[in-house]
């Protein structure tokens, strides 16, 4: 089991090396092949470690493995350590089942395109900075590939280097992590400081007695929280995940679904034991979900850049988890984490079907009537809708139902996040189906005639609706988002809440009633299909007209003005300060400090210089002077 | 037998003393030729070993006598190296005067 | 100051008089004539006059080197290389910057009244009793002793000077082919 963790771990960081070292040595679509089964034996890894840990007693399921000390300092020792155990084990399934399956399809996306050896190392990177992260067995390590994480999605981000809105989302990214990054370093000084540990199982068994200091443990909790909330992309580090768009369509959906921004759901049930310390920052938590899930989906009601709403359904269903995960229902949280991936996925690449055959279009104004053309990826699409809407039987609805009804359990402010959440499953329905309907429904647009209609005529059919190790890949998706959320059917059966309860345990005024469960899928499922239904009339039948709120939708385009308002309150006093320091401070008080001693030590030397006449006599009379000189103060001493 | 001083005392000497050697730092601040120059230097050596030597027979003492020999020789070897320079300007066709050779400007 | 008027004494006043006035003119005479020959006969004086006063100090040896090896060869040598450059030696009188000469004039009579107030003020007093020495003071035979028991090293480190003089005086003197060369360029 332990070496099967290793593996897991290892081999996706092997073919990252083995591409980048190897350089024209492989072939493009050898990289491609190269990081495929890497990411692929990570996955079979994982399964052998899931199942030997199946086979352990479930008291006895987390196994350390540590292979090397490499700091130590004191009583301090941070070595490189995994951890398998049922969340680590759970989330290396996820990342590495899911990131084959994305890394497979980047062999026909990312086909001709020129430097598909880089991205390829890079997604390996990203893959085994992920596993690096979910399977650290200390705080430290953690945090190793919390930064790789980010530095990979920096990297992917800005993949087209040459564009510079690209270069821009990807600076965007990194310093929004950086931030998150900063906190939970920040986080980690304190608990060195008061705990003398950054292993989980010492942290985790000292921490309790910390408890009576409440600024300490609420500070310990904002840290991780803020690290969370930068990586996942809730309020108020949002901004970056929708510029992250600007990434090759598979790097989105492994951003989306298997890495990256689900590692702030991670971090938060992993280190559940200090937010337990900290009440308020698991409400603050719980609170930014269910903010960020309906600010998501109202903005991602008026946007028109296929991914980009994708990319919003995503913060939205990461609000659905951190609520669940702020509220104690970590397994609720981890499991909805885990149809989330699926589905996402699944959104991804069929949108990434959708943007390969029409050439690199994005804007859903210019598609329509593809349902016609591409009747496999509309229905691949449809299940990933269905699922994201939460609608029976597909994954979406076993997962999110069930954070829902854990919010009802928990006094007023639960009641007021269970409204939040089941407006959000409206705004869900209404969003996703708008964006099916748009893309799918109603006659061929011009602009889709232009590219898929004309070459077919002239018979330039070469991949039907795209290449085999892409559709093939969606198909498999497709499946998982659909039979994905059987394993768990609260509370008739809960073998994925039993399976963490030994790592987590769900907390006990977040445990769900059977009537709460079911009010809440009832109400879920309704509001799913109204949103549902109410697209279907607005976009596809032109029954209702979209109304006219031209102050909301302005305010919704600009994303609520978060970029403008950071710009406005960072970035320019930032900038001004810099300018101020730059015209007033540098060239007078540094720059003219550093000229001014060189000017000075030049017009000394300049004058010592002048007394250097080369006359002799000069010299001699110099001599003669300091003699007389001194002749007087020898008589005047003595 | 011992002897006591005969003629001036001391302090005349070390005045002629003085009054040479500023003649001949006089000499080597105004003078242009090297050779003058030269020879004003022996005179302030020549200052400096009178005052050695009374103040020898002051005391009593015949270290200052060494002394002064000392001197002497130094300034004979001084005069062989100034006058080998000299020589060896003058053989390069420069002009003999220290102020025309200036190449220590600053 | 007693003044023995006896006429031993009063033939030493007339001498050291004779003498130290030869001594201060010749050595004005060396710093201001324009001929360098001239000057060097004056210093020839100079180093005669010097020589009468250090035999009335009774440094008898001194005065013999210096009448033999200063007035004798050094100066042969003076006359020697300022007969070889001729004309040619013949350089301003003085000039340059006034500040130059004026700052020469001030120092020197600087150092002659400062010197002349150190002996006057400071250590007049003391400078009057002067010890009694033998006879032998400043003979050949001491100035030997003293020589090779006392000050045996500063004897060896003189000839070492001298020698290396000896080698610099033939280096500069002799026409190397490196002259020639640099000529040739």
């Known amino acids: ?345 699944l959104l991804f690449m069929a949108a990434g079907l959708v943007i390969h055959a029409l050439a690199g279009e994005q804007d859903i104004r210019k598609m329509g009537g593809l349902r016609g053309l591409m009747p496999r990826t509309y229905r691949a699409f449809l299940v990933g809708a269905l699922a994201l809407v939460g609608l029976p039987p597909f994954a979406g609805f076993f997962s999110k139902d069930s954070i829902l009804a854990a919010a009802m359990h928990d006094g007023w402010y639960g009641y007021l996040l269970w409204s939040a959440g089941l407006v959000g499953t409206f705004l869900t329905g209404l969003y996703t189906f708008r964006m099916l309907f748009v893309v799918f429904g109603g006659e061929p647009s011009a602009f889709v005639r232009e590219h898929l209609i004309r070459p077919r005529r002239h018979g330039h059919v070469h991949h039907g609706e795209g290449p085999f190790s892409m559709t093939s890949t969606v198909a498999i998706l497709a499946v998982l988002s659909l039979v994905g959320g059987w394993i768990q059917f609260a509370p008739l059966w809960t073998p994925v809440t039993r399976w963490l309860d030994v790592v987590a345990p769900t907390l006990h005024h977040a445990e769900a009633t059977s009537w709460q469960e079911g009010i809440s899928s009832g109400l879920a499922f309704a509001l799913g299909l109204a949103g549902l239904v109410t697209a279907w009339l607005v976009y596809s039948r032109r029954r209702l007209a979209v109304p006219r709120l031209p102050f909301a939708q302005r305010m919704l385009e600009r994303k609520l003005y978060f970029d403008e308002a950071y710009d406005l309150v960072f970035y320019r006093p930032a900038v001004g300060a810099a300018r101020f320091f730059g015209r007033i401070v540098e060239p007078f008080a540094v720059g003219g400090s550093i000229t001014g001693l060189a000017r000075g030590t030049r017009d000394v030397a300049r004058g010592v210089s002048e007394a250097q006449t080369g006359l002799l006599r000069n010299y001699a009379l110099a001599m003669a002077g300091g003699l007389a000189v001194l002749v007087v103060v020898f008589i005047s001493v003595r | 037998m011992t002897l006591g001083i005969l003629g001036p005392e001391v302090s005349w000497y070390l005045a002629v003393a003085a009054f040479l050697f500023a003649t001949g730092a006089l000499g080597v601040l105004l003078r242009r030729s090297p050779l003058i120059v030269l020879l004003s230097l022996e005179i302030m050596l020549n200052g400096a070993n009178l005052a050695l030597i009374a103040f020898a027979r002051h005391q009593g003492n015949g270290a200052g006598q060494i002394f002064a020999l000392a001197v002497m020789a130094v300034a004979a070897s001084e005069v062989v190296v100034g006058l080998g320079l000299i020589v060896a300007i003058s053989r390069r066709n420069l002009d003999l005067d220290v102020d025309k050779l200036r190449t220590l400007r600053g | 100051m007693i003044l023995a008027f006896d006429a031993g004494n009063t033939l030493v006043w007339i001498v050291w008089i004779v003498a130290a006035f030869a001594c201060l003119g010749s050595g004005i005479a060396v710093v201001s004539f324009t001929n360098p020959f001239f000057s060097a006969l004056a210093l020839i004086g100079n180093l005669g006059a010097l020589a009468v006063l250090y035999l009335l100090l009774s440094a008898e040896f001194v005065a013999a080197a210096q009448v033999l090896v200063y007035a004798g060869a050094v100066m042969v040598m003076f006359l020697f290389v300022i007969a070889y450059l001729g004309g040619r030696a013949d350089a301003p009188w003085a000039g340059g910057p006034s500040w130059q000469q004026v700052g020469a004039v001030a120092a020197a009579g600087a150092i002659l009244v400062e010197i002349v107030v150190a002996i006057g003020l400071k250590a007049g007093g003391r400078l009057a009793h002067q010890q009694h020495v033998l006879s032998s003071f400043g003979s050949p035979h001491a100035i030997g002793r003293l020589f090779l028991t006392d000050h045996l090293l500063a004897f060896e480190i003189t000839s070492i000077v001298l020698l290396v003089a000896a080698i610099g005086g033939v280096i500069l003197g002799s026409h190397s082919r490196k002259l020639a060369g640099e000529k040739a360029l």
């Open chain 1, 1 to 345: 089991m332990i070496v099967a963790a290793w593996i897991c771990l290892l081999s996706p960081l092997a073919a990252a090396l083995l591409i980048t070292l190897l350089g024209n040595g492989i072939s493009r679509r050898g990289a491609g092949y190269l990081a495929t089964l890497a990411v692929l034996v990570s996955f079979v890894a994982a399964c052998v470690a899931f199942f030997a840990l199946w086979g352990d007693a479930p008291h006895d399921r987390s196994h350390y493995s540590t292979v090397w000390t490499w700091l130590q300092s004191g009583s301090f020792s941070a070595g490189l350590r995994v951890l398998v155990d049922p969340l680590s084990t759970m989330m290396m399934l996820v990342v590495s089942g899911v990131g084959s399956l994305i890394v497979a399809y980047s062999v026909g996306y990312m086909d001709g395109e020129d430097e598909e050896r880089r991205y390829f190392a890079y997604m390996a990177l990203f893959v085994f900075s992920m596993l690096l992260l979910v399977q650290s067995g200390n705080l430290l390590l953690l945090l190793a590939g919390w930064g790789l994480v980010g530095l990979s999605s920096y990297l992917l981000i800005g993949f087209w280097q040459e564009r510079p809105s690209a270069i821009a989302a990807a600076k965007k990214a990194f310093v929004m992590n950086a931030f998150g990054d900063a906190t939970m370093a920040l986080a980690f000084f304190l608990l060195i400081q008061h705990t003398r540990s950054l292993s989980f199982e010492t942290v985790f068994a000292r921490a309790p007695g910390l408890a009576s200091n409440h600024w300490l443990v609420n500070l310990v909790a904002l840290g991780l929280l803020g690290g969370a909330v930068a990586k996942s992309a809730q309020l108020p580090l949002q901004t970056w995940l929708p510029d992250a768009m600007e990434g090759p369509t598979p790097v989105s959906a492994l951003i989306h679904a298997a890495t990256m921004v689900t590692a702030g759901v991670y971090l938060i049930v992993r280190t559940h034991v200090l937010f337990e310390l900290a009440p308020k920052v698991e409400d603050l938590a719980a609170g930014l979900g269910a903010a960020t899930l309906l600010l998501a989906g109202l903005i991602a009601l008026v946007q028109t850049d296929i991914k980009r709403v994708i990319a919003y359904s995503t913060m939205s269903q990461i609000g659905y988890m951190f609520l669940g995960a702020g509220l104690g229902a970590y397994a609720n949280g981890m499991f909805h984490l885990m149809t989330h991936a699926f589905f996402k996925a």
